[in-house]
Structures are given as C-alpha cells and as structure tokens.
C-alpha cells in the first residue's frame, strides 16, 4: 500500500486534472456553495441536481439568505429532488452559521470537518469533502462511487457494508490522501468512480489506476464491492381525498418529522384489510379530520417507489358535505383554489395526479 500510494496519488490527480466535468462548484472556495452542492448530490446524479444547485444559488446566494427563508419556499424549491431531511436540516445549519455572523466578518463557517460534522445533516462524508474542498484540511470521504473505487483497487472481498469494513475503507481512504490537494484528491476520487469505475461496466480500459488495480488484475471487478442483499420493498394501498368546497381543495401540511416532513399533501391513508375504497376514505374522512364527504368517483391511479415502499395511491374527487376540518393529522389544514396549487411544496407522488384535477 505505501509503496503505491505516490502513484495511486500522482496518476489520480493528473487525470482529474485532464477529465474533471467543468461543475460550478469547482470554481470557487465558498464555503456555502460547496456545501450546497454536497447536500444536493447526496444520492442525486449531477445532471439531476445541477438544475436545483442553480435555483438554490439564484434564489439564496448567501447562507444569510438561505437563513431568512421560510421552510415551505426552501422545500418549494427540492420539490422533486426527494430525501426532504436534507433541505430541513441545510436550511436548520443555515441558520445556525447566519447567527453566527458579524458586521465585521460575516457568518463564521466551520473550517474542520469535526466543525461541520456539528451541523444538522452534515456526516462525516459530508464533512471531509466540504473541509478538504473548501478549507485544504487532509481529511478523507467515502462515499458509494469511492467505496466502489476502493473495493476495486485492493480487491476486499469482505462485505462493504459492515462495520469492519467500513472502518477499513475509511483508514485505506485517509491513507491516500495526499497533503497536498486533498480536495482535488477526494474529488478526483469520486469523479472515477462516477465516470469510470461504474456499477455495472467499469471503463478498466481508460481507468488512471488500472495498472494498481487488484480486481482488476484478479479479473474480479464485476464482483466488487460486495454488498448486503436488499430487502424487497413493502406495499401498501392508500386512498386519497380531493376534497372539495366552494372551489377549493383541502390540503394538510405534514408534522416537522417523519416521511416527507412539513410537505403539503391531499389527505390520505391506508386501506385497511376489508375496506372498500369509499369506505376506507370515509373512515380517514370522520377520524383523522372529523369531516363527512362523498365520493364521486375515481380519478387515478398512482404508483410510487420510495426506497423501502413501493405505494398504489388511489386518488378519488369528493366532496365536502358536513363539518369543519381538523388537523389531528397534520400539523395544519388550508382550503386551496386549483391555481394556487402550485404554491405549495407537494411531494412528488401528488404531482403525478394534478393535471386531472379539473376544479
């Protein structure tokens, strides 16, 4: 391994330097930016969260500004993007650092990667990239492209996600990252991983590392990095209810924890074994809201994955006819017109049904 790493080091970093994608983040030290795009890209593709990095720079150009917003305009803006803790808890750090600014020096950001670590929703990948990126600090990252790349390159047949392991791929990480450019280092690390040394087809032909590449000299790199069966995702029904009065539907905030916290959504809930439809939505419609609607009939059918659930969502109109609404469910309840819809962050299983919405 010492006798490897100067090249490992040298052959990595002359090919980030050749290969690198021009990425905006990567043409400046600002400590917020770095981390925006850390946050974002967390289990996103790059094409996917480019989009939503340039919104959020356009909408919040600072962490004063990102401070000073409500939750549901930040949440409006990751709509889509999925894993909502993250824009909760960037826009909870945001605030923390915001109070830490002066007229002097402004918001005062972690230069360590133990300082940020000491931030709501910041690992310790998160952590090691932002530090080593922004601030110069030799300190590792271990994310999945990097645990593939390592996997590969030091052949570890030993399952990836056990503790063992991981304590070995961060000690093998730490070890390679040289004192000097370890921000490009990481980088450079994640870019082969993203680039190159893919899950399924592995480039091993224009891989900078081939020639140190234990898998590949075993003919094992399509067998690594060996991981944990995943289980087979649950199932559950659901019903729910556009309900309307007087032109406008009933919308329910979310509680501030939990699945798709603080979103705003149609009600909803579970068929409960034996249920008919109508009969589960006037079930939710008498508990959860002491309301009474009538159902006039079905609108669509969704389907939608989360990680560990895959959901069949049953979208019925109805309509109000007795009671007024309460929020035993939610943490609040707003009657909203057709138009104004899009206002709200909706989680994105809702967005697949309101262009049948007619009212």
Same mark, same amino acid.
């Given at each position: 391994m010492k006798k490897l790493t100067p090249s490992i080091r040298r052959a990595l970093l002359a090919w980030f330097d050749r290969?690198? /994608?021009?990425?905006?983040w990567r043409h400046t030290r600002d400590p917020y930016r770095i981390w925006l795009s850390e946050i974002l890209l967390q289990q996103t593709r790059i094409d996917q969260g480019l989009p939503y990095y340039e919104r959020f720079v356009e909408a919040f150009p600072t962490v004063e500004a990102l401070a000073a917003a409500p939750e549901d305009r930040v949440l409006k803006l990751w709509e889509g993007l999925g894993y909502y803790s993250r824009a909760r808890n960037l826009h909870k750090a945001a605030r923390q650092v915001a109070q830490s600014a002066s007229e002097e020096t402004g918001p005062e950001f972690p230069q360590t990667a133990e300082g940020w670590q000491a931030l709501p929703g910041v690992g310790r990948y998160t952590a090691g990239a932002i530090a080593s990126i922004a601030f110069g600090e030799r300190v590792p990252v271990l994310d999945g492209n990097v645990k593939r790349v390592l996997a590969r390159l030091f052949d570890i *047949?030993?399952? @990836?996600d056990t503790t063992t392991t991981l304590h070995r791929l961060w000690t093998l990480a730490g070890d390679l990252v040289p004192p000097g450019r370890p921000g490009d280092f990481n980088q450079a690390m994640m870019e082969l991983g993203a680039l190159v040394c893919t899950p399924r087809a592995p480039h091993c032909a224009q891989c900078p590392l081939r020639k140190t590449c234990a898998a590949l000299a075993a003919d094992t790199q399509l067998e690594r990095p060996v991981r944990r069966p995943k289980k087979a995702p649950k199932r559950q029904e659901l019903v729910v209810a556009a309900i309307l009065k007087n032109g406008r539907y009933l919308l329910g905030k979310r509680p501030p924890a939990g699945l798709l916290a603080g979103l705003w959504e149609f009600p909803s809930g579970p068929v409960e074994k034996g249920e008919t439809h109508e009969q589960a939505l006037t079930r939710i419609a008498? *508990?959860?809201?002491? !309301?009474? !609607?009538? $159902?006039?009939?079905l609108i669509a059918t969704v389907q939608h $994955?989360? *990680? #560990?659930? /895959? @959901?069949?969502?049953? @979208?019925? $109109?109805?309509? #109000?006819t007795a009671g007024k609404p309460q929020a035993n469910a939610h943490a609040k309840l707003k009657w909203v017109a057709r138009k104004d819809l899009s206002r709200y962050p909706l989680p994105k299983a809702n967005h697949k049904f309101l262009p049948l919405l007619t009212v």
């Open positions: 290969e690198a /994608r021009d990425l905006p *047949t030993a399952c @990836v008498e *508990t959860t809201l002491e !309301i009474q !609607i009538e $159902a006039s009939g $994955a989360y *990680t #560990h659930l /895959r @959901v069949t969502m049953n @979208v019925y $109109a109805c309509r #109000h």
